[in-house]
T-cell receptor
C-alpha cells in the first residue's frame, strides 16, 4: 500500500529554535513535495525534491531515496513559521497523482 | 501572474442539495487536479485533467461527484446530491507539465453539508 507518514503530528518551539519535520514513505517515488498551509490560508509549495537537498532562505529540505525518508528543517524559527507543513509524494507509476501525509502542525512562540 | 483561484470560498448546503465548485487554474497550465481534505484526515487526490481530458479519476469517491473541464480552461466539480460525509475542504491545483513541474494550489473551497 502506498503510504506517507509524517512526524511529529504537533510541534511547539520557541523562537530561534532549529526545527525538523520528518516524512517517510512506503515505496519508490518520483518526486516529494513539502507544502505549507497557514491557518485560514491556502497551500503553498515550498519544495519539490527527487534527490539530494534544497535550500530556500531559512528552509532546508533533504531526501534520502534509499531510506525512503525526507526531512524539512527550519533554522532560526520565527512565529510567522507557525503553520501546518505537509509532505506529499508522487509514487512511481502513479503519473502525477500526489499522496499526502497527515501534516505537522507547528507553533513557534516568542 | 494570477494564481489558482477557487469559487466559492465557503459553501453551506443541506443534505440532498447540489453544489458546484469552480477552479480557475493558472493560465497556460494544462494539468488540473482536484483534492479533498475531510475533517481530521489527510488530503486525498480526487482526479486529474490534462487539458479537457480526465487523465486519472481514481480518487473520485462515487458517482455523486462529476468533474468537468470544458475547453481545457476552468474546471467544475459538482456534488449531487450532497451527503454529510462530503463536508471538507476541496482544493484545486494546476501545473505546467505532468512530471517535472510543481503543483500550484488554490485557496480551497470549504464545503459544509448539514
Amino acid at each position: 500500500k502506498n503510504e506517507v507518514e509524517q512526524s511529529p503530528q504537533n510541534l511547539t518551539a520557541q523562537e530561534g529554535e532549529f526545527i525538523t519535520i520528518n516524512c517517510s514513505y512506503s515505496v519508490g517515488i518520483s518526486a516529494l513535495h513539502w507544502l505549507q498551509q497557514h491557518p485560514g490560508g491556502g497551500i503553498v509549495s515550498l519544495f519539490m525534491l527527487s534527490s539530494g537537498k534544497k535550500k530556500h532562505g531559512r528552509l532546508i529540505a533533504t531526501i534520502n531515496i534509499q531510506e525512503k525518508h525526507s526531512s524539512l528543517h527550519i533554522t532560526a524559527s520565527h512565529p510567522r513559521d507557525s503553520a501546518v507543513y505537509i509532505c506529499a509524494v508522487r509514487f512511481t507509476g502513479t503519473a502525477s497523482k500526489l499522496t499526502f501525509g497527515t501534516g505537522t502542525r507547528l507553533q513557534v512562540t516568542l | 501572474e494570477a494564481g489558482v483561484t477557487q469559487f466559492p470560498s465557503h459553501s453551506v448546503i443541506e443534505k440532498g442539495q447540489t453544489v458546484t465548485l469552480r477552479c480557475d487554474p493558472i493560465s497556460g497550465h494544462d494539468n488540473l487536479y482536484w483534492y479533498r481534505r475531510v475533517m481530521g484526515k489527510e488530503i486525498k487526490f480526487l482526479l486529474h485533467f490534462v487539458k479537457e481530458s480526465k487523465q486519472d479519476e481514481s480518487g473520485m469517491p462515487n458517482n455523486r461527484f462529476l468533474a468537468e473541464r470544458t475547453g481545457g480552461t476552468y474546471s467544475t466539480l459538482k456534488v449531487q446530491p450532497a451527503e454529510l460525509e462530503d463536508s471538507g475542504v476541496y482544493f484545486c491545483a494546476s501545473s505546467q507539465e505532468t512530471r517535472k513541474r510543481e503543483q500550484y494550489f488554490g485557496p480551497g473551497t470549504r464545503l459544509t453539508v448539514t
